[in-house]
């Protein structure tokens, strides 16, 4: 079963909006992690924001803001003024428990377009 | 954080041919390195866990005999595509976390990618 689920394919925002990507997952540990990741067109992974199953605050960094209802296992990434440089993939992905050896998977991506 | 080189960037071959594919952790001694495939336009796919000193863990329906990795140090890991054929052309790329550290979030640290065309 797919475990991280990203619905939206690809969006159109304009430039300067703010724009949330959805993500859903699902798991039956407790102890878990959500990431999210930028892929430009190089092909690099950049790694944006992560969310502790037990983190009580949404996590933020810069314009980055990861929305986190956990009884939805919902982990939506907001990008606020976006800027044309935010066009790239973008992926959700989700570590189960905390050690070294495990493993981090990733959704289907959402291709992310921002228009002058 | 980690510094994640991986080499070469590109490479062509022609089928039939093995191709190796090195990860090196630069200032970090990683004893878990993560090879994930990638096809364009869709998602990594982890392909395998690299574990020093052991056998690499893979992931369901992903070839071992084809996929050749080693850990041979905390450094490098390699994965050889042997006897590679067009339908193994893709983006691989590795990994590396330094999870159990104090603090961190255990996010991953990725190489550059290899991007492998088979002919």
């Known amino acids: 079963a797919q475990k991280i689920t990203q619905t939206q394919p690809g969006m159109f925002v304009q430039e300067k909006e703010a724009v949330t990507l959805d993500c859903t997952y699902d798991?039956?540990?407790?102890?878990?992690?959500l990431f999210w990741y930028k892929q430009p067109s190089s092909g690099e992974m950049i790694f944006l924001i992560y969310?502790?199953?037990?983190?009580?605050q949404n996590a933020t960094e810069g314009r980055y803001s990861l929305n986190f209802q956990k009884a939805r296992k919902s982990a939506n990434l907001v990008i606020s003024a976006s800027q044309l440089g935010d066009s790239a993939m973008y992926f959700c992905?989700?570590?189960?428990?905390?050690?070294?050896?495990?493993?981090?998977?990733f959704g289907s991506g959402t291709r992310l377009s921002i228009r002058p | 954080g980690a510094v994640v080189s991986q080499h070469p960037s590109r490479v062509i071959c022609k089928s039939g041919t093995s191709v190796k594919i090195e990860c090196r952790s630069l200032d970090f001694q990683a004893t878990t390195m993560f090879w994930y495939r990638q096809f364009p336009k869709q998602s990594l796919m982890l392909m395998a866990t690299s574990n020093e000193g052991s056998k690499a863990t893979y992931e369901q329906g992903v070839e071992k005999d084809k996929f050749l990795i080693n850990h041979a140090s905390l450094t490098l890991s390699t994965l050889t595509v042997t006897s590679a054929h067009p339908e193994d052309s893709s983006f691989y790329i590795c990994?590396?976390?330094?999870?159990?550290?104090?603090?961190?979030?255990?996010?991953?640290?990725f190489g550059e990618g290899s991007r492998l065309t088979v002919l």
């Open positions: 990994s590396v976390t330094t999870i159990g550290e104090a603090g961190v979030t255990g996010e991953l640290f």
């Open positions: 992905a989700m570590r189960e428990g905390y050690s070294s050896a495990s493993k981090i998977i």
């Open positions: 969310q502790g199953s037990y983190d009580e």
């Open positions: 798991t039956s540990d407790q102890s878990y992690g």
